[in-house]
């Protein structure tokens, strides 16, 4: 499949997934919105929960061929996921097309969401509300609110993944609203404005002025502003951290805890884990090393402590964590050696490892089962923090 074929595929998924998030009443978070914009969150059906008043019980998810030579021990439910994002994308690699090409191809998310049409999955009404709002001069944010919950709420602050170059709050949503309606608290998923337009340390920037907002800003929300807490996937996981690390450095308060689900933690990129999964998908060695090209002014910003996490000189009075890891994913030695970083430091770390499963599997709660089992681990973390 060509560059230009894969695109085409591409806008399908994409039109798709607005469809899709549309009846969630989810907008692009780079669409234009006012400062204030409330949204919809009824949740969709599937078509066969939508035909009649009998809704046809799921079928078994199972793959259609035998597992990669790059993940033989690969769980069936993630193959599934996995078959299907590559009959969405083709075989062109990601890594050599531009940013914007990559935006418009089909994500992790519209291949799970693609599977659980396959397989009758339903996706159950979601007991949120959401709102817009800018947080920060040229950085959106979409809140979710758990619908009649009586406040203050704790507020996590989420951050989604893409490699400060790709996808945005669409792309995450799953994950959000898995965790928002687990743990009964305000999310707050903050749309940084992302690279090669706005390089290093900008999406850094940005999630720590978020961060300061939810701070001033939490009881305009319903929120308790002393119980405040961050996440993120992939480079939001990266984020989260950073800010912990900011916000000690700049005398703020620091968040009572921090979720970090596979984050970017070293910019070597030579861990074992890099070494057994180069070729892993939908996160490769060339993939990630096409992430840093793009968001990087000059190699040296890879040894920056907010990029290379493993190599920060103190990480001393941080927030308590929780670290997420997956065992097919190049980044999983460098999570792991994160949180024994914070560990050694006499820092609180849940660490677990999914050994079954790739980067990204952590939003596909619907299809693959480890991923239902971390969000319900993540969600007993943070509660158990803000309580």
Known sequence: MTSSSLLTTGRLASLATAVFLSTL???SCNSGQSSETAESSSAPTTEASADSGATAAPKPVAPAGPAPAWAPNIGPEMLTVIEK??????????ETLTPAEVRKAPSATDATMAVMKDFGIPTPPSPLDTVSKEVAPGVKARIYTPKGATGPLPVVVYYHGGGWVIANLD??????????EQTNAIFVSVAYRQAPENKFPTAHNDSF?????????AASINGDPKRVAVAGESAGGNLAAAVCMMARDKGVQQPKHQLLVYPIADYSMNTPSYQKNAQ???LSKPFMGWFFKHYLRTPADGNSPLISLVK?????GLAPATVITAG??????????????LQAAGIAVKYQNYDNVTHEFFGMGAVVPQAKEAQALAAGELKSALK
């Open 171 to 180: 792309t995450y949503d799953p994950s959000v609203r898995a965790l928002a």
């Open 25 to 27: 009443g989810l907008s």
């Open 209 to 217: 002025a978020a961060y300061q907002w939810v701070l001033k800003n």
């Open 328 to 341: 097919i994913d190049p980044l999983m030695s460098e999570g792991k050696a994160y949180a024994d970083k």
């Open 312 to 316: 920060a000189p103190n990480v001393k």
């Open 85 to 94: 994002l590559a009959s969405l994308q083709g075989p062109t690699p990601p």
């Open 280 to 282: 892993a998908k939908p």
